[in-house]
């Protein structure tokens, strides 16, 4: 069978692929052919779709701030930005905050965040016990010394309408999508020549760009180098509460638990410890987690949730980077047509946009113009120099 040609061709049609997608086909400075190779459109069990879809500013580290403020800053203009024949993208951005919640272990690592964060122009706040619950009169702030509450920039929105608002606008600009799983990749020397499909299909490239998410490392197998990703499962549950808890953001508590409101309910979720979250492609839900762990929290931490009622819950994947649990984004030092943008560790939904279009800068100009993303280098991994990022949830 004859090779297709395409000068980009990106392997994987979820968010962070449709934003690379979209930001390339965008530059005014590039004009080559761009082609997206999606496994399953209709995106059922994709992670872009079965996100918690959240947007903060509320990092422990520079390079995740300025990502944070880049993603609201889109987000904001999305509609505009990503309309398609003078139809606006709809995402549902809202932005009620982010609070982190903390004991007296916490009080030194917050305050040194909330000086980087206000050093980097975010817009947060320390708040004690006592005016957390004049300000949340619903919380139980026992064993809670402080909580850092973002005033603006920080919420939520509707995931998967941002991958289809991002899929949909490349495609008017051009880009084309293929349903289709990559099956191995031609490599001669140090360069990517050709994809090869699971029909037979050979994809010829320039350029390859992997942004398969939780199958990261599998394609990065397949171009002979090494990713430290893997697909992890999470659950949320949908909650019901009798009671109204007026002005909630986001809530982390010290536990780990997180919760925040989904229109007249609430979604609530927690990370397992190390040991107990395998490398798995099941898409489990995980009851006992939750009567065991996450509703006692819940219910220490707001009284009125003593009577709530689980209404639903599914389960979604992480493209866990177990390095560091931070992106991995650019060219790769041995594969320099080789572009990496994985590993986000939950955060690819928020962190799409600035992904989108620094992976497209590289490509389309060969460094970045705008955010540099160099600390986000699978440099740091060969080198074994991790890029602790303190406020993982």
Not at 294 to 310: G, M, Q, T
């Given at each position: 069978m004859?090779?297709?040609?395409?000068?980009?061709?990106?392997?994987?049609?979820?968010?962070?692929?449709?934003?690379?997608?979209?930001?390339?086909?965008?530059?005014?400075?590039?004009?080559?052919?761009?082609?997206?190779?999606?496994?399953?459109?209709?995106?059922?069990?994709?992670?872009?779709?079965?996100?918690?879809?959240g947007v903060r500013?509320?990092?422990?580290?520079?390079?995740?701030?300025?990502?944070g403020r880049f993603g609201i800053d889109f987000l904001r203009h999305a509609a505009e930005a990503l309309s398609v024949e003078g139809a606006p993208a709809e995402?549902?951005?809202?932005?009620?905050?982010?609070?982190?919640l903390g004991g007296e272990a916490s009080i030194a690592l917050m305050r040194a965040n909330n000086d980087l964060q206000k050093g980097l122009g975010v817009s947060v706040e320390l708040l004690g016990a006592n005016a957390l619950a004049a300000r949340f009169p619903w919380l139980n702030t026992d064993g809670v010394a402080l909580g850092s509450l973002g005033l603006e920039g920080e919420g939520w929105f509707d995931g998967y309408g941002l991958l289809q608002a991002f899929r949909r606008k490349a495609r008017h600009l051009g880009a084309t999508f293929l349903t289709n799983s990559v099956v191995g990749l031609v490599?001669?020397?140090?360069?990517?020549t050709t994809a090869l499909l699971d029909d037979g299909t050979r994809i010829a490239c320039g350029s390859l760009v992997n942004a398969a998410g939780p199958r990261a490392r599998s394609i990065g197998d397949m171009a002979g180098v090494a990713l430290p990703v893997e697909a992890r499962c999470r659950s949320v549950f949908v909650l019901d509460c009798r009671r109204e808890l007026p002005a909630c953001p986001l809530v982390i508590d010290t536990s780990g638990v997180w919760f925040r409101p989904e229109g007249r309910q609430f979604i609530c979720g927690l990370s397992p410890p190390e040991e107990r979250d395998p490398e798995t492609f099941e898409l489990t839900i995980d009851h006992t987690q939750f009567e065991e762990e996450?509703?006692?929290?819940?219910?220490?931490?707001?009284?009125?949730?003593?009577?709530?009622?689980?209404t639903s819950a599914w389960a979604g994947h992480y493209d866990y980077n177990r390095f560091?649990?931070?992106?991995?984004?650019?060219?790769?030092?041995?594969?320099?047509?080789?572009?990496?943008?994985?590993?986000?560790?939950?955060?690819?939904?928020?962190?799409?946009?600035?992904?989108?279009?620094?992976?497209?800068?590289?490509?389309?100009?060969?460094?970045?113009?705008?955010?540099?993303?160099?600390?986000l280098s699978i440099t740091r991994i060969l080198e074994d120099r991790p890029l602790i990022e303190r406020n993982v949830i």
């Open positions: 004859p090779a297709q040609n395409y000068d980009v061709v990106i392997v994987g049609g979820g968010v962070i692929g449709s934003a690379i997608a979209y930001f390339l086909s965008a530059d005014p400075g590039f004009d080559g052919t761009v082609a997206v190779i999606e496994r399953d459109p209709t995106y059922r069990t994709a992670s872009s779709a079965l996100s918690a879809s500013q509320q990092y422990s580290t520079a390079v995740n701030i300025a990502i995402i549902g951005l809202i932005e009620p905050g982010y609070l982190f490599r001669d020397g140090n360069r990517i996450i509703w006692p929290a819940l219910a220490h931490r707001v009284p009125a949730f003593e009577s709530l009622k689980v560091d649990q931070n992106g991995i984004v650019g060219a790769h030092p041995d594969v320099p047509n080789l572009f990496l943008a994985n590993g986000f560790s939950g955060h690819g939904l928020q962190q799409s946009p600035a992904v989108g279009r620094a992976v497209a800068e590289l490509i389309a100009h060969g460094a970045y113009r705008s955010l540099d993303m160099a600390a």
